[in-house]
């Protein structure tokens, strides 16, 4: 009886758990075999410049159908103990209390991968730094969050850059929406 009920609590966790990221992606954009290979291969939880690498080699297989499921905004999900949180809290302090800290090493990788990964010049990333740093979090936020880029962001890339550029944040949502996810369930 004790096994029975061990085996239970120990099955519970496991089959609350959904779809890993890669999974949740492959599933989202219906990706073909290969390119959920591809996908698996190149995406690492542990590598923050990998959904750059990803963008890149990724974006050019996509079909059709399978670029406006990327590009598609998911309907966003209900969490109620959001604003009960929030609530006992009280409103947001200023800007950069409560939030981890960036590790400065992490920064540097996702940058040289974007800079890798866009073909940029020294100076082309110092600007596109500037026009980033020139924005406020919530402007970022929402030109990022509606699948467009901010203009100053813009007049710095190529229209093939910009693809690129805007692929590396839908994908980044779409695997921290699955992480997410995968979390609650």
């Keep these: 009886m004790r096994t029975l ?8 966790p ?4 959904s779809a890993d ?4 992606l492959s599933s989202r954009l219906a990706l073909t075999d290969d390119q959920a290979d591809l996908v698996a291969e190149i ?3 542990d590598d923050p410049g990998s959904v750059w690498t990803l963008a890149v080699e990724l974006l050019p297989t996509l079909d059709t159908g399978q670029r406006t499921a990327l590009f598609e905004r998911p309907e966003a999900t209900a969490r109620p103990e959001r604003g009960a949180r929030r609530g006992a809290r009280g409103a947001r ?13 992490r920064a540097a990788i996702v940058k040289a991968a974007r800079d890798a990964a866009l073909g940029l010049s020294p100076s082309t990333s110092a600007d596109l730094d500037a026009a980033l740093e020139g ?23 190529t229209t093939p850059q910009i693809e690129v550029y805007r692929a590396q ?7 921290r929406r699955a992480m997410r996810e995968s979390r609650r369930g």
């Design 135 to 157: 924005l406020s979090r919530r402007e970022r936020a929402e030109a990022f969050r509606d699948g467009a880029l901010p203009t100053s962001v813009e007049q710095l890339l």
């Design 43 to 45: 995406y690492s939880p």
């Design 93 to 105: 302090g200023q800007r950069g209390e409560g939030r981890r800290g960036r590790d400065p090493a």
């Design 21 to 24: 990221p890669v999974e949740a």
């Design 5 to 12: 009920l061990l085996a239970a609590l120990l099955a519970s």
């Design 14 to 17: 496991l089959a609350a758990q």
């Design 169 to 175: 944040a839908a994908i980044q949502m779409q695997l």
